[in-house]
């Protein structure tokens, strides 16, 4: 059969057409599932054996079978391992959707399979066949995998960023648990060109129906549950709450894309935020606000819900409703008995902590500190006397501001960690002291989200001694010379004393009509 010949990195050679040929997203894939020396492995729609041949070259010496439904491609690949005599590798001529020699005793399987599903075809059938799901369908590739796979077995995939919603709920319609998922792009900065996923088999199904692969933009895998209204039975759709990327697109867990490509609509706490997202995705879905300032809008998403709509509620980074207000919508939603379901992802506080040097044993979440004067004096005077690690956010035109705040407060030696665009290209890290990153922010100006990440109050080499009514409201008038109003300074001058802060306050009066200045 006339051909031509590729040159793999270790000298195996591939026999090529002019219709039946590779690409680079071959290689890729081919690499992404790489089995082990002696596993058992299959190559599906393997048109010249590209992937087996690949794997060869690198070392694979198990059984692999090849399997592919063109006669010219599969030919090709037969001449190209009885040419260089490589006994393991079996090119099979069939269709994956009756193949079953040695089902249940693979350990890794990987296909190539037709990335369309309509649009102009090549008038050349091999090419056409190879491009569009014509004689194989993506369910048909996932129940072939599923049926070839030992249990724990993986299957890889590879395939364009607009399908990747529907990849990910077939897979799992099809007991095919996403573990890993890569996206591909040409540059740094550009839209993924494609994307590789690796789904493990598991034992037990991943929803009820098969139907639902086929009916993902209406829910895909998501479950239902039932709410009982006025004496009747519906079914209402759940609310999932939906961590995003903190920063960094590739960070976006499979089951993260998986849940907004299968949701009715999303409700995202600023819809241009998350219309990036879902164009990143290559997803379309309908979407409304539930910002601070529009919250009776959750009632209407409350309403959707309980009609039976599936919803993924999402904040514009990290875990949503921790210092966001999808709290009340989770809070209402739990009190109507609606289902709430976590998808959990990164978490800016908890990503900061494990990277800023303080202790980790114990720490408080302030937050986002109020914007009021009054209020934000009186909230760090609460902190005085707190020895767990306290970590707050902070936007980058607050920072100088808050700085200043937390130097008069804490005093300039306090320890703290700055983690500035976490995951981003300009992270930063940055482990200081309050006098410090007071004097450098100062002189330079801050740039993008920062955690700050502030180390407790010092424990006392040996226990302070009991403080008298007098010293306690001493202290409060001292807290007062430094801004805090007389509430708050009693407040923070009560803690760790006997005292209440009505006492310490009674107190402070008394000396402040007693000694005016």
Request: with cysteine; proline share 6%; glycine share 8%.
């Amino acid at each position: 059969m006339e051909h031509s010949t590729e040159i793999l990195y270790n000298k195996t050679e591939v026999y090529c057409s002019a219709v039946h040929r590779f690409g680079s997203d071959a290689l890729l894939l081919a690499r992404f599932c790489e089995p082990r020396r002696s596993q058992k492995a299959a190559d599906l729609c393997s048109g010249c054996g590209i992937v087996s041949l690949e794997w060869y070259d690198r070392g694979h010496r198990g059984p692999c079978a090849a399997v592919e439904l063109q006669p010219e491609a599969s030919a090709l690949l037969q001449e190209a391992v009885a040419a260089q005599g490589i006994e393991h590798i079996t090119p099979y001529l069939a269709d994956l959707r009756t193949f079953r020699e040695g089902e249940g005793q693979f350990d890794v399987c990987a296909c190539n399979p037709p990335y369309f599903t309509a649009g102009p075809q090549s008038t050349d059938a091999g090419r056409a066949t190879a491009r569009h799901e014509t004689d194989c369908t993506l369910e048909d590739v996932c129940a072939c995998g599923f049926r070839l796979l030992k249990d724990g077995g993986k299957l890889s995939l590879c395939h364009r960023p607009e399908r990747l919603a529907e990849v990910l709920a077939v897979l799992r319609a099809h007991r095919l648990e996403p573990k890993r998922l890569a996206f591909v792009k040409n540059k740094p900065d550009a839209a993924p060109w494609r994307f590789l996923v690796k789904p493990r088999k598991t034992a037990a199904p991943a929803c009820a129906s098969n139907r639902m692969c086929s009916d993902y933009r209406r829910g895909g895998d998501v479950r239902r549950s039932k709410i009982i209204t006025s004496g009747r039975s519906i079914m209402a759709g759940i609310l999932y709450i939906v961590a995003t990327p903190i920063g960094n697109l590739d960070d976006m867990p499979p089951r993260v894309a998986a849940t907004f490509g299968a949701a009715d609509f999303v409700a995202a706490e600023d819809t241009r935020v998350t219309m990036r997202l879902l164009n990143y995705l290559g997803l379309k879905k309908p979407m409304v606000s539930y910002y601070e300032h529009a919250l009776q809008k959750g009632e209407g998403i409350l309403r959707r819900i309980e009609a039976g709509e599936n919803c993924a509620l999402c904040s514009d980074a990290g875990m949503p409703c921790v210092s966001d207000p999808g709290e009340v919508i989770v809070r209402d939603a739990l009190a109507r008995g609606i289902k709430v379901v976590p998808v959990p992802a990164a978490s800016a506080c908890v990503t900061a902590l494990a990277v800023s040097g303080q202790d980790t044993s114990r720490w408080v979440f302030e937050g986002f500190l109020p914007v009021n004067r009054k209020q934000k004096k009186e909230r760090l005077a609460e902190l005085l006397g707190e020895k767990r690690t306290v970590i707050f956010y902070e936007a980058p035109h607050k920072l100088r501001t808050t700085l200043d705040d937390l130097v008069n407060a804490f005093g300039p030696e306090r320890s703290i960690t700055l983690c500035r665009e976490l995951t981003k290209l300009h992270e930063e890290i940055w482990k200081t002291t309050l006098g410090e990153a007071q004097a450098h922010y100062a002189a330079n100006e801050p740039r993008g989200e920062y955690v700050l990440v502030m180390a407790g109050a010092p424990a006392s080499a040996e226990p302070e001694a009991e403080l008298t009514l007098e010293q306690a409201a001493q202290r409060a008038l001292e807290l007062t010379g430094q801004g805090f109003g007389p509430t708050a300074a009693a407040k923070a001058a009560a803690q760790g004393t006997p005292y209440s802060k009505s006492e310490v306050y009674k107190a402070l009066l008394t000396i402040q009509q007693r000694d005016p200045e």
